[in-house]
Nanobody, 124 residues
Framework: QVQLVVSGGGLVQPGGSLRLSCEVSGITLRDVSMAWFRQAPGKEDEKISC????????TYADSVKGRFTMSRDNSKNTVWLQMTSLKPEDTAVYFC?????????????????WGQGTQVTVSS
């Protein structure tokens, strides 16, 4: 059974930092493309970062480029999202997703597995 367990959300002031974790079980991390998505109230899902399977190439949405860093540790079957210089507009539910047989995609529909969301609130 494939499981993605997300942790690390919370309330942070503007300019602050948070690190999200996504622990994966039931599949081998190096064989899947892993992405972080977020959904803000009233908005559609947004892919903010993705690590492509095998090659490990990482991409970011323009909205987070330079502020967020995605990483993975295949030995721990875990990916992280380090978020810095957080802004109120980063407030959203964040979740990770895994795509087994393809490369990174902007569409959540292409990911067969995703974890529960964690709330990130950026507010003073």
């Amino acid at each position: 059974q494939v499981q993605l367990v997300v942790s690390g959300g919370g309330l942070v002031q503007p300019g602050g930092s948070l690190r999200l974790s996504c622990e994966v079980s039931g599949i081998t991390l190096r064989d899947v493309s892993m992405a972080w998505f977020r959904q803000a109230p009233g908005k559609e899902d947004e892919k903010i970062s993705c690590i492509q399977r095998s090659a490990g190439i990482t991409t970011y949405a323009d909205s987070v480029k330079g502020r967020f860093t995605m990483s993975r540790d295949n030995s721990k079957n875990t990916v992280w999202l380090q978020m810095t210089s957080l802004k109120p507009e980063d407030t959203a539910v964040y979740f990770c997703a895994a795509r087994r047989f393809g490369f990174c995609s902007d569409s959540l529909q292409h990911y067969a597995y995703w974890g529960q969301g964690t709330q990130v609130t950026v507010s003073s």
